[in-house]
Nanobody
């Protein structure tokens, strides 16, 4: 059974930083994506990382401010969020899926089989 657990959400002021962590534990290794959702809106893609650690991909709205990385020894993927703006406020979800190839990126929510419960990020202006 695969478990996906996010942590690291919280409340920050605009311009601040947060680091989200995602642990996907299971019998395999996984490609991972981060998505976010606000009330009344569709879940949107934020960032993704291939199973082998590269390539990575980012939504245009976060490029240059967010980075994604993985620590294979800790089985953890990190989403470093810098220069946060109020529009970044959302529930952030980590998703994982067993990839076809270790270099494959998955950018759609429907590509992912396993999801975490979400972690709230609040950004005040």
């Amino acid at each position: 059974q695969v478990q996906v657990v996010e942590s690291g959400g919280g409340a920050v002021q605009a311009g601040g930083s947060l680091r989200l962590s995602c642990v996907a534990s299971g019998p395999s290794t996984y490609a991972v994506g981060w998505f976010r959702q606000t009330p009344g809106k569709e879940r949107e893609f934020v960032a993704a990382i291939a199973e082998r650690g590269s390539p990575t991909s980012f939504a245009d709205s976060v490029k240059g401010r967010f980075t994604i990385s993985r620590d294979r020894a800790k089985n953890t993927v990190y989403l470093e969020m810098d220069r946060l703006i109020p529009e970044d406020a959302a529930v952030y979800y980590c998703a994982a899926t067993a990839p076809r190839y270790t270099s494959t990126l998955y950018l759609r929510a429907s590509d992912y089989r396993y999801w975490g419960q979400g972690t709230q990020v609040t950004v005040s202006s």
